[in-house]
């Protein structure tokens, strides 16, 4: 039943990174929360935020903007932390991104969203589920589970690397 | 209650039987004419069978049968219990462990088989009356002794009320004790109680039997073996005074029986209020303990860990509210919520004892199939630990001993002609220290071979030639795929071993250190935290966050003057009373690039007896943390253990600092080996 009703329509929960419209599938969301304090974790890269306590669970935090290279915005009242769920190696894991402001969920029928294009975007195609048209708008649908992939849920080597001298050869050493 | 529901039970009760069976097979070694291993053993065996049958486990119950009929014999004195038969029992054993587990392969039934074939040739097919079946037939010329030599008992038999429910049926009981001799069995009513508050399904009578029989005493108490837990059975002789309580009391207890006469005839003379307190009592003793499934248990531990953190953020915000009636709510909130808290995590305590006592099998399997004499004695089996540490704690430790028994403890001849006892001993002992409990494994066997460890430890390039510490060389062995072996055996000695047990270690947040004397002996030193869901945290802050550091590593905190040199690792020494401190600037490390603060403070921590320094902006304090894992995040994040929830409902960090430690000092080798290179 439900699966029938997904393939002609689906839900997303669009918000703006950078001036532009993303969205997320709406069934992958949990929650939306205000900027609150998060605390950050040391030797992670840059588009790690930190931890956040969601009602006594720790849950990381990500900066969309800076993981999709769109500069850096400072904190406004619009500011804004999505939970989603992250289906990795068949385990659920939650995680927050941080996003410039919530617009709202949208309905979209199936005829209403495009392939995602081969050329022409900042981001790789693999992180897109496709292009939604609205109002003469695009929305880019983010594939949840591929945004938050592997490299974010696992990133220490990464940060070993990126924070230079002092680890440089243990990490190293793990490689090898 | 469905078959599966029952089977569970089932299943968890013939574990614990076979766990008790199994070390009192083990004091039958020490012990061989001891009669009180063989009742356990027997009962035991009896209680798998009858219980196995009704959950339909009918190989089970028809195997079991074999071994009760043995121990039968034994019991009797029919049969002397010889090493033989305890190894053929301790392999039955074994076999029935896998029944109840499912393994029910071709394998198998050929074991079981083979086991059978050698009970059988051991009872020669004499088969012990099975109890309440067929001793009611009494042999006709016991007849003609009674009348010549028979004697006057007294019993009083108090079940408690539940007794029903146990599957113990009162009749056929009554029926055998008649059987022995001329009996008159009388029922007493007097503890039935009122319509209203009587429940049909329990059992409110209490039997007072004079037997006139030419048996033993021994074969009265036999009758009621199987009732002991539900039933205070009181028996004596009508002239005199002996008064042999209830049975299962053992020999050793002799004493305090002697002392209870006096009570227990008083007892006996106005049964009729008192009776009914000792049921009383028995009923309470009943229930003193549950079962409860392990995740029912986590959850309740993480829901008062959530408590814990609502309770410190709501006197945080009393106090900050200053209306006194808020705060002394507060404050009673606080003190309820400390006893919640230690409740809670005393339920999940559980004895180390159990997991002890399961290397009593391993060692005497070992000391058979490696030909060395071995015993193992145990300390301190009532320190109680976490019962996920304790899971956690029993590979590791079946790792060391195993080492112990094939590398430690020499052969018997060449203990001899060290001038040495010929049985090597292996010693278990737990003690708490603090929120810890260190475990020590010993051994007096040959020890650690320095030399050896050395050359292997420069063969494989884990060390550079020279002059080392004993400890530095000793800890070689906890290195990856260290050996100095020469024979590799299938219980130990591929170097796979003492690495994976300081990892395990290691998760449990807990140290390892190894202390070792020529022919003297090796200890290896476990410490290992009472507790993985709370511990005592020691606050400080780095850059405006909050960190916290396990406290039990914390020894002192000291103000920093700048006037040593950093290098570019983030590394420094202090003089700490004319020691040199190893220091680590977490700033450094962490990557904080904000200003520093003015009066930057050290947290001295001794980690593996070493101290190490670890620089920070501000000290904050003891902290009680609640620890959260950090998910997936933290499987790759080595120097942060997890992170914990404050009152203001911020997030901190746990600093991992022997990891960070390692890291340092890993990266400090590799420049150190770069220079020796160039």
């Known amino acids: 039943m439900l699966e029938e009703y997904n393939q002609d329509s689906a839900q997303y929960l669009s918000f703006y990174l950078a001036g532009k419209l993303f969205a997320f599938d709406v069934l992958k969301t949990r929650e939306v929360l205000q900027y609150t304090n998060i605390t950050p974790i040391p030797c992670t890269p840059p588009y790690v935020v930190g931890v956040l306590n969601l009602r006594g669970n720790v849950v990381t935090v990500m900066d969309l903007r800076v993981k999709f290279g769109l500069g850096d915005v400072s904190i406004t009242d619009d500011t804004a932390i999505i939970i989603v769920e992250v289906n990795y190696e068949d385990e659920i894991t939650v995680v927050g991104a941080l996003v410039d402001g919530v617009k709202?969920?949208?309905?979209?029928?199936?005829?209403?969203?495009?392939?995602p294009p081969k050329i022409g975007m900042k981001l790789s195609a693999d992180l897109i589920n496709g292009i939604g048209k609205l109002d003469g708008n695009f929305v880019v649908m983010l594939n949840v589970d591929r945004v938050f992939s592997e490299e974010d849920l696992s990133f220490a080597k990464e940060t070993l690397i990126s924070h230079g001298e002092v680890f440089l050869d243990s990490a190293s050493e793990t490689v090898a | 209650?469905?078959?599966?529901?029952?089977?569970?039970?089932?299943?968890?009760?013939?574990?614990?039987?076979?766990?008790?069976?199994?070390?009192?097979?083990?004091?039958?070694?020490?012990?061989?004419?001891?009669?009180?291993?063989?009742?356990?053993?027997?009962?035991?065996?009896?209680?798998?069978?009858?219980?196995?049958?009704?959950?339909?486990?009918?190989?089970?119950s028809d195997f079991t049968h074999e071994v009760e009929?043995?121990?039968?014999?034994?019991?009797?004195?029919?049969?002397?219990?010889?090493?033989?038969?305890?190894?053929?029992?301790?392999?039955?054993?074994?076999?029935?462990?896998?029944?109840?587990?499912?393994?029910?392969?071709?394998?198998?039934?050929?074991?079981?088989n083979k086991i059978l074939l050698e009970i059988k040739s051991i009872t020669g097919g004499m088969v012990c009356s099975d109890q309440s079946a067929h001793s009611c037939e009494i042999p006709k010329d016991s007849i003609n002794l009674e009348a010549i030599n028979s004697e006057s008992y007294k019993i009083v038999f108090m079940p408690v009320p539940s007794i029903l429910s146990h599957g113990v049926k009162i009749e056929p009981l009554l029926m055998e004790v008649s059987s022995l001799g001329e009996a008159t069995v009388k029922c007493d009513i007097s503890s039935i109680p009122d319509f209203d508050s009587l429940d049909p399904e329990e059992c409110y009578f209490n039997w007072v039997i004079h037997l006139e029989t030419s048996r033993d005493l021994m074969e009265i108490k036999d009758i009621f073996m199987f009732t002991e837990d539900y039933a205070e059975v009181v028996i004596r002789y009508k002239e005199g005074f002996l008064l042999n309580n209830t049975f299962f009391k053992s020999e050793e207890k002799g004493t305090v029986i002697e002392k209870k006469i006096p009570s227990v005839l008083n007892l006996l003379e106005e049964k009729t209020k008192k009776a009914d307190k000792i049921?009383?009592?028995?009923?309470?003793?009943?229930?003193?303990?549950?079962?409860?499934?392990?995740?029912?248990?986590?959850?309740?531990?993480?829901?008062?860990?959530?408590?814990?953190?609502?309770?410190?953020?709501?006197?945080?915000?009393?106090?900050?509210?200053?209306?006194?009636?808020?705060?002394?709510?507060?404050?009673?909130?606080?003190?309820?919520?400390?006893?919640?808290?230690?409740?809670?995590?005393?339920?999940?305590?559980v004895p180390i004892s159990e997991t002890f006592n399961s290397f009593n099998r391993l060692i005497y399997d070992?000391?058979?199939?490696?030909?060395?004499?071995?015993?193992?004695?145990?300390?301190?089996?009532?320190?109680?630990?976490?019962?996920?540490?304790?899971?956690?704690?029993?590979?590791?430790?079946?790792?060391?001993?195993?080492?112990?028994?094939?590398?430690?403890?020499?052969?018997?001849?060449?203990?001899?002609?060290?001038?040495?006892?010929?049985?090597?001993?292996?010693?278990?002992?737990?003690?708490?220290?603090?929120?810890?409990?260190?475990?020590?494994?010993?051994?007096?066997?040959?020890?650690?071979?320095?030399?050896?460890?050395?050359?292997?430890?420069?063969?494989?390039g884990l060390l550079q030639p020279g002059e080392y510490d004993d400890r530095v060389i000793y800890s070689m062995i906890f290195e990856p795929g260290f050996s100095t072996a020469e024979i590799v055996t299938d219980i130990s000695g591929r170097g796979v071993g003492m690495d994976v047990v300081k990892k395990n270690i290691e998760k449990l947040r807990g140290t390892i250190s190894v202390e070792s004397r020529e022919n003297r002996g090796t200890m290896i030193t476990l410490t290992i935290p009472l507790t993985l869901a709370i511990i005592d945290g020691f606050m400080v802050e780095l850059a405006g966050s909050p960190y916290i550091f396990n406290l039990s590593h914390v020894r002192e905190c000291l103000d920093f003057s700048d006037d040593v040199e950093r290098d570019e690792k983030s590394q420094f020494m202090i003089n700490l009373r004319g020691e040199i401190v190893p220091c680590i600037d977490l700033r450094g490390i962490f990557g904080c690039n904000d200003k520093e603060v003015a009066y930057p403070q050290i947290v001295i921590s001794e980690i593996a007896d070493e101290k190490y320094g670890f620089l920070v902006d501000k000290v904050i304090g003891k902290y009680q943390t609640v620890v959260k894992p950090l998910g997936r995040v933290s499987r790759n994040l080595n120097m942060i253990a997890g992170a914990t929830i404050l009152g203001d409902g911020t997030v901190a960090l746990i600093l991992d600092a022997q990891s960070i430690i390692k890291e340092m000092s890993g990266s400090a080798n590799d420049y150190m080996s770069d220079y020796i290179r160039h």
Not at chain 2, 69 to 88: H, S, T, V, Y
Request: hydrophobic share 35%; with cysteine.
């Open chain 2, 1 to 60: 209650m469905d078959i599966e529901a029952l089977r569970e039970v089932f299943r968890e009760e013939a574990y614990e039987l076979l766990t008790q069976a199994e070390s009192s097979l083990l004091e039958l070694v020490e012990n061989p004419s001891d009669s009180e291993p063989i009742n356990t053993v027997f009962r035991a065996m009896h209680t798998i069978k009858g219980s196995g049958g009704m959950c339909g486990y009918t190989k089970l």
């Open chain 2, 69 to 112: 009929n043995l121990f039968d014999c034994m019991r009797k004195g029919k049969i002397a219990p010889d090493e033989g038969i305890i190894q053929l029992s301790l392999r039955a054993k074994d076999c029935i462990r896998n029944l109840i587990e499912g393994d029910d392969s071709l394998e198998q039934e050929d074991l079981r």
């Open chain 2, 366 to 460: 070992l000391s058979n199939s490696l030909g060395k004499k071995i015993k193992l004695v145990t300390y301190g089996g009532e320190t109680e630990l976490d019962k996920n540490v304790i899971e956690a704690l029993r590979d590791p430790l079946l790792h060391i001993i195993r080492n112990s028994c094939d590398h430690g403890i020499e052969s018997p001849d060449i203990r001899l002609s060290k001038g040495k006892d010929e049985t090597g001993i292996i010693e278990l002992v737990a003690e708490h220290s603090g929120s810890n409990v260190v475990i020590k494994i010993s051994d007096d066997g040959a020890g650690l071979d320095r030399e050896k460890i050395l050359a292997r430890a420069i063969e494989r």
């Open chain 2, 279 to 349: 049921i009383f009592d028995r009923r309470k003793a009943d229930t003193t303990s549950i079962r409860v499934k392990n995740e029912k248990l986590d959850s309740l531990v993480n829901l008062v860990g959530e408590l814990v953190t609502l309770q410190a953020r709501f006197s945080q915000e009393a106090n900050f509210a200053r209306i006194p009636e808020f705060i002394s709510l507060a404050e009673n909130l606080e003190k309820l919520t400390e006893d919640l808290r230690d409740t809670t995590m005393s339920i999940r305590m």
């Open chain 1, 104 to 115: 709202g969920v949208m309905r979209f029928e199936k005829d209403q969203i495009e392939p």
